[in-house]
């Protein structure tokens, strides 16, 4: 990094302070600033569970995991942990309900924070793959919670930095997602780059792995070539059909995702242009032999 | 240096074991019958090119078209000959990406493209230096060298498809029969393959590459403007080595995109992605402009490069973002009719769709490894059981059809067990690179090869499918590939001469090292035949092309697959 010595050192100062004191007010987005891109193919230190059974997800929704007096936070196996670690590891704690929307690429966590109270009795999940983002975010989330305590509000979301082009089976079991947003992403406008979009033939084989027929992805974006490109994607894919204008348009958080995200903020303030796409995800389709039969 | 027979393969009583770059084929006996060399000096691919005779228009064009392009991914050999270099950072490289052809100065080239190609070639080799690849060049030159990676039948044995490493090529061959292989078709992918599987129609084969996607391409095909050198190629008679004879030009190596390329191509609109209103500063304005100038001059390129590489059929079927290692086509028992594609990468995943047409249906994911997998094994007998292996210290058997773990079986402790004290001390990882299963009346044997491990670990797949240790068998040198001949109930496993402890009395009296060792098994135990193997002599087999590093590098590369430097960020 070739950021000057004492800004990295306020920063951390800054983040340091913010974790003993508890954290009770919001995050100062200026502490967390971070290269927009990071490039989804390295292998990148990450921590995901081996299979979702194994995922903790009672440290990120304490409020729903299912009382056990006796069992302590466990943070997430590692990947070079030695194998049969996972089979004697002391029991995960369950939550009382699983999460059901997916914020892939949920930036500085403007979606989160403005779903959250519209649906109150879902679990929403934002996945970030750049630390010092998550770690904004993170730091957001319990600061509200802290704020909102006696409305309760603002325990329904939590964020966690992963890299879901990869890694995103290791999350969610099939068909556990209602809702998938992909909010502004990344448009890797150069050719060669086009793989690490995250839209693709290849990738929409898993957004229909962990969706449930029926399910909605969510896309906006300012870049009407990556719009056309998502759409083409998804409509190729004969896992999903574009869900029709009206429908789109009486969906509420389609508003939501259109005011409420950083970057829609952003474009709005730069008069741009903001393109919506919903996708419904259809059954599977029979066995051919079945169809034969 | 002894070249290695590193990839076996048998079918009948034949047996075809690759070595280097080039097919050798033996009976039972060890009898050679025949010999499929690697085309050298010819240049890549030409087989399937229609345009050699004009290509330099193309390649000035496309050099010419992107200044401001990747460095080179790809370069040709000083002396021209047909190599490609992938950098280990190509990970990211997107699929359709053109390979620069700097270097091939051909005859048929202008002398002032020639210059032009020529300097453009030295900028793009400093910037590669200046970007810090010069640690790498060493590698470069190993990993130029086409080996044969892996080859495979189908089930009637009248074809053998071998894949080549570095120039990315699929090769497929007509086998009579009686050992002797026909060269049909020789196609270059978009990017490295790493394991093939044939449909159980033999009518299709599926190829997952470096990049984690499969394609599905036809096994038999016909180029649609075969060259000379093609002509030549599938008219050479069986009886003899297929050696096509090197053409005189094919400047540029064919571009291959997805078929669906040429309609992008054609669409390929000549306004950037950004817009006015996306882009807000200055010179982000600035390099706007400059992109749609750019764009303009590379429709026109990239059209008539698609149209040039579409020469053959190849569909994608399903992705992983993460490097496949191994794919298989399965049939579960209880549905005779369905077929699923198996695939497995570096990232621990291992992932069960549904076969072709239905291959973007994901059924489920098998989970649970820590480590890189790189080979499953499904029995033949045994559909509904799927054993994987990689970096972890076990084998993992599971029930692939419902995603559950079954159980899991040393490796690790096993090598261990049967290594020296001091030897396996050393040893505190293992990477498996192969796991065979041989079916012995009712008996399921599953043979496990690690990488650099001296040692054959033999496990039985009980019915009630647990993998049960039952012999480590202790070998002269490191063992690179197994297989079975049926007929005669051997085991051949190939071992590398070079890794060999036997002692250069021993290798006076049999005759050479062994190459290959053919194992025999009584009630219990395999043991190493007294007869039967196959021995290769130092001096008759030296190989000055490589070096003893280069070549285990080539020949060694699971391990690699580890993830060690994890960039965080």
Not at chain 1, 66 to 88: C, F, H, I, N, Y
Not at chain 1, 139 to 146: E, H, N, Y
Not at chain 2, 504 to 511: F, K, P, R, T
Request: net charge negative; with cysteine.
């Amino acid at each position: 990094m070739s950021e000057p010595k004492n800004k990295r050192q306020k920063r951390e100062d800054y983040r340091a302070a913010l974790r003993a004191n508890g954290v009770t007010e919001l995050p100062r987005k200026k502490f967390y600033r971070q290269r927009a891109h990071a490039n989804p193919f390295s292998d990148h230190s990450l921590i995901y569970p081996p299979t979702p059974e194994q995922m903790d997800w009672a440290s990120l929704y304490p409020h729903y995991a299912v009382e056990e007096p006796t069992e302590q936070k466990t943070e997430a196996m590692e990947t070079d942990d030695t194998t049969g670690q996972e089979l004697s590891a002391p029991a995960i704690r369950k939550l009382t309900k699983n999460v059901e929307v997916a914020d892939i690429g949920c930036g500085f966590g403007g979606l989160l924070i403005a779903l959250a109270p519209v649906l109150p009795d879902t679990l929403v999940l934002g996945l970030e793959i750049r630390v010092s983002v998550t770690q904004f975010v993170e730091d957001r989330i319990k600061a509200l919670r802290v704020q909102n305590e006696e409305q309760k509000l603002y325990r329904n979301i939590a964020v966690l930095r992963a890299n879901t082009m990869k890694f995103m089976p290791n999350f969610f079991t099939k068909g556990q997602l209602n809702k998938i947003f992909i909010c502004f992403p990344d448009p890797h406008f150069k050719a060669r780059k086009h793989k690490q979009r995250i839209v693709s033939t290849t990738l929409n084989s898993e957004y229909a792995y962990v969706l449930r027929p029926g399910g909605i992805v969510y896309t906006i974006t300012d870049v009407p070539d990556l719009h056309e490109w998502m759409v083409g994607h998804f409509n190729a894919h004969p896992a999903f059909e574009r869900v029709s204008e009206e429908e789109q348009e009486a969906d509420s958080l389609v508003e939501i995702m259109r005011n409420e995200t950083e970057e829609g903020k952003k474009v709005t303030r730069h008069n741009g242009q903001k393109h919506v796409a919903l996708f419904r995800r259809l059954e599977d389709p029979q066995w051919p032999e079945e169809v034969s039969a | 240096m002894a070249l290695p027979y590193h990839v076996l393969k048998v079918h009948d009583g034949i047996i075809f074991a690759a070595r280097g770059s080039n097919i050798h084929s033996f009976n039972s006996n060890f009898e050679p019958i025949s010999v499929w060399k690697y085309p050298v000096k010819q240049e890549e691919t030409n087989g399937q090119k229609t345009e050699s005779e004009t290509p330099a228009p193309t390649v000035e064009a496309e050099e010419s078209s992107a200044p401001e392009g990747p460095p080179a991914k790809k370069r040709k050999t000083e002396d021209g000959e047909a190599a490609a270099v992938v950098t280990e950072e190509s990970k990211e490289q997107e699929a359709k990406e053109e390979t620069t052809t700097e270097g091939q100065t051909e005859t048929k080239t202008d002398g002032k493209n020639q210059q032009e190609v020529n300097r453009r070639s030295r900028r793009q080799k400093q910037k590669q230096k200046t970007e810090g690849a010069m640690a790498k060049n060493n590698n470069k030159a190993v990993l130029e060298t086409p080996f044969v990676q892996g080859m495979y039948l189908t089930t009637d044995g009248r074809h053998l498809v071998a894949i080549t490493g570095a120039d990315k090529t699929i090769w497929v061959f007509e086998h009579d029969g009686a050992g002797n292989l026909k060269q049909l078709s020789q196609r270059a992918m978009p990017k490295r393959p790493c394991a093939l599987a044939l449909t159980p129609d033999n009518k299709t084969i599926l190829s997952a590459d470096k990049f984690g996607d499969v394609f599905s391409l036809p096994l038999l095909f016909t180029p649609a403007e075969p060259t000379a050198a093609a002509a030549a190629a599938t008219t050479t008679t069986t009886s003899e080595v297929a050696t096509p004879e090197p053409t005189p030009s094919a400047p540029a190596t064919p571009v291959i995109v997805p078929p669906t390329d040429v309609a992008k191509a054609q669409q390929l609109s000549v306004k950037p992605q950004a817009n006015e209103l996306t882009v807000h500063t200055l010179r982000n304005l600035k390099a706007l402009e400059n992109q749609k100038r750019c764009l303009e001059r590379q429709k026109a390129a990239k059209l008539a490069a698609a149209l040039q590489a579409s020469q053959f059929e190849h569909t994608l079927q399903l992705g992983h973002v993460s490097m496949l290692t191994s794919v298989a086509v399965a049939v579960h028992p209880s549905h005779p009719n369905r077929t699923y594609i198996i695939t497995a990468d570096r990232d621990e995943h291992i992932r069960v769709s549904r076969g072709i047409p239905q291959a973007h249906v994901i059924e489920g994911f098998l989970l649970g490894h820590d480590e890189f997998v790189s080979r499953v094994c499904i029995p033949e007998k045994r559909g509904d059981v799927l054993i994987s292996g990689g970096g972890d210290d076990d084998l993992f058997v599971w029930d692939w059809v419902s995603g559950s773990l079954l159980g899991k079986a040393a490796v690790l402790a096993e090598v261990k067990k049967a290594l020296a004290a001091e030897e396996a001390e050393k040893v505190t990882k293992v990477a498996v690179t192969r796991i065979f299963d041989v079916q012995q009346g009712e008996k399921t044997q599953i043979f496990v090869i690690c990488e650099r491990i001296p040692l054959l670990l033999v496990y039985t797949l009980t019915s009630t499918n647990t993998l049960e240790h039952t012999q480590t068998l202790s070998l002269p040198g490191n063992p690179l590939d197994v297989e079975y001949l049926k007929a005669e109930s051997k085991l051949l496993v190939s071992i590398d001469p070079n890794t060999s402890s036997e002692t250069q009395e021993e290798e006076a009296n049999n005759g050479g090292v062994s190459s290959i060792l053919a194992l025999s098994s009584d009630e219990s135990s395999w043991k190493v035949a007294p007869t039967g193997g196959l021995k290769v002599t130092e001096s008759a087999e030296a190989d000055n092309s490589l070096s003893p590093q280069d070549l285990q590098k080539l020949l060694y590369t699971t391990e690699s697959l580890r993830k060690t430097n994890k960039d965080d960020e």
